[in-house]
């Protein structure tokens, strides 16, 4: 019923004036901010990532408040609107004393390699760094909770956000959603598994009622480990159980994000898949904890988009462009609800640059780039839901 609600009122703006799409919808004077975190990629400067984020947000800006269906759904007719002012999130110096051990190599095969193979030696070693960098738990923990803390401090001002990942930023992204999401219902994930919970916590579970929590929380917690093999395995000490369960909703609260704190995702330039081919496993155990966070972002009326320019060489398309009824084919999400959330891939966006320059591009040409995330946006809603008219 209510994408019928929003298709009706889509129908209303769009038989309105032929430039209702170039001019933006009013926003109500008290409206509360969707604010924007950009999230940079490889070997970045904070000058030159302040620069890029400057050159498009205000574009974002005019784009998202000039979409009917983006007004409608998130931004809610105008009592919410995306933040004047961008969010920068900049991680790059934190991997300043291993980029220098890797320049000292680069300047020691200087002394041996051709011009040619010198630049292809430091263009990969550069891309390639940051992004193995951040795909490390060891190396990622702190950013995460530098990235958490951003987060709560907006929306504790009434301001919500959607984190914009770029390339490498990408990882980190994806890493705050299975991580810092409050994805895990710990009553359900432990429930009738007592071969995996010890009988200490399986019966406190069965008779205790937890709010939803996220990954991080119960690393920092100790009372429930994710295996390698994914599969959520109890302390087996039983005193430490009964000692720390009390304190879990306060690990909720400091390690993962509010709900309703974040309203989407969205990556670009974004290796995933060349760093995770888990994605392509759906319906295994191999990505019980991608899964749940896809549950979550479906039921909470969230969006995770990817979007790639079709020539751009780094950027990865996900595998597989689930739908609503396909992720209710698999174990896991068998009981999925429709709250209105969705996922979608686009990875074909045309892009006129040449291809080593592709990588790059999307900072060019703000009203070009923000264009792409609307039109994905609307197209990944339609498919996910299977509307073939809006």
């Given at each position: 019923m209510k994408r019928f609600i929003i298709a009706g009122l889509m129908c209303i703006f769009l038989t309105s004036?032929?430039?209702?799409?170039?001019?933006?919808?009013?926003?109500?004077?008290?409206?509360?901010?969707?604010?924007?975190?950009?999230?940079?990629?490889?070997?970045?400067?904070?000058?030159?990532?302040?620069?890029?984020?400057?050159?498009?947000?205000?574009?974002?800006?005019?784009?998202?408040?000039?979409?009917?269906?983006?007004?409608?759904?998130l931004l809610k007719n105008g009592e919410k609107k995306i933040g004047d002012e961008p969010l920068i999130f900049f991680w790059a110096d934190k991997t300043t004393e291993c980029l220098k051990v890797i320049d000292r190599a680069l300047e020691y095969a200087r002394s041996f390699s051709s011009k040619i193979a010198q630049f292809g030696r430091e263009t990969l070693s550069h891309t390639l760094h940051d992004a193995i960098w951040i795909s490390k738990s060891s190396n990622s923990k702190d950013l995460l909770n530098n990235l958490n803390e951003l987060v709560k401090s907006e929306y504790a001002k009434g301001h919500e956000t959607i984190l914009y990942g770029y390339s490498a930023g990408s990882l980190l992204s994806v890493q705050y959603m299975t991580n810092?999401?409050?994805?895990?219902?710990?009553?359900?994930?432990?429930?009738?598994?007592?071969?995996?919970?010890?009988?200490?916590?399986?019966?406190?579970?069965?008779?205790?009622?937890?709010?939803?929590?996220?990954?991080?929380?119960?690393?920092?917690?100790?009372?429930?480990f994710y295996t390698d093999d994914n599969k959520f395995v109890a302390n087996p000490d039983a005193e430490y159980i009964n000692n720390t369960i009390s304190k879990l909703n306060d690990y909720t609260k400091n390690y993962c994000a509010p709900e309703g704190a974040v309203r989407g995702f969205v990556v670009f330039g974004a290796p995933l898949t060349t760093f995770d081919t888990s994605v392509s496993l759906r319906g295994t155990p191999e990505n019980t904890l991608s899964q749940l966070a896809m549950k979550y972002l479906v039921e909470n009326d969230m969006f995770f988009l990817t979007v790639n320019y079709a020539n751009d060489f780094i950027g990865m398309p996900l595998p597989v462009i689930p739908t609503f009824d396909s992720l209710k084919n698999t174990e896991i999400l068998k009981d999925l609800k429709d709250g209105g959330g969705f996922i979608y891939d686009d990875s074909k966006v045309k892009n006129h640059t040449l291809f080593f320059s592709a990588h790059l591009a999307y900072w060019s040409s703000g009203k070009k780039f923000a264009k792409s995330i609307v039109e994905a946006y609307n197209a990944g809603y339609k498919h996910f839901y299977g509307l073939s008219d809006l």
């Open positions: 004036a032929s430039s209702a799409k170039e001019k933006e919808m009013p926003i109500k004077p008290d409206a509360s901010p969707i604010d924007i975190i950009y999230i940079h990629g490889a070997y970045e400067t904070k000058d030159a990532f302040d620069e890029s984020v400057n050159n498009v947000h205000s574009d974002m800006v005019k784009q998202f408040q000039s979409d009917p269906l983006i007004y409608n759904k810092r999401l409050p994805v895990i219902n710990i009553n359900e994930i432990l429930k009738d598994n007592s071969a995996y919970t010890g009988a200490s916590l399986d019966n406190i579970v069965k008779n205790h009622y937890f709010a939803p929590t996220c990954l991080d929380a119960l690393k920092e917690s100790k009372l429930v």
